[in-house]
């Protein structure tokens, strides 16, 4: 399993943005992480996303236009 880190791409399994692409941009605390991207950036319990094998550099507590972009640039937005 792909480790819960800043920059992790991972998708959404629960809620109602399942399916969708997001990226981790802070660690709350070990149950729970910040994410953005193709999501509503909110806080999200790590039950309820996968971690892919991809990540994007990004800054902790980036702003949902630079994960835009960094998303866009790899390809997953």
Do not use: Q
């Not at 990226?23 to 910040?34: M, Q, R, T, Y």
């Not at 509503?40 to 094998?53: A, F, L, S, V, Y």
């Not at 236009?65 to 790899?74: I, K, P, S």
Request: net charge positive; with cysteine; glycine share 8%.
């Amino acid at each position: 399993m792909s480790a819960i880190e800043i920059g992790r791409v991972c998708v959404k399994t629960l809620g109602r943005e399942a399916g969708k692409t997001c990226v981790i941009i802070d660690i709350i605390d070990k149950n729970f992480v910040l994410i953005d991207g193709n999501v509503k950036r909110r806080r999200c319990n790590i039950k309820h996303i996968e971690p892919t094998d991809k990540k994007i550099d990004i800054e902790k507590g980036a702003s949902t236009e630079e994960v835009r972009l960094a998303l866009d640039t790899v390809g997953l937005l």
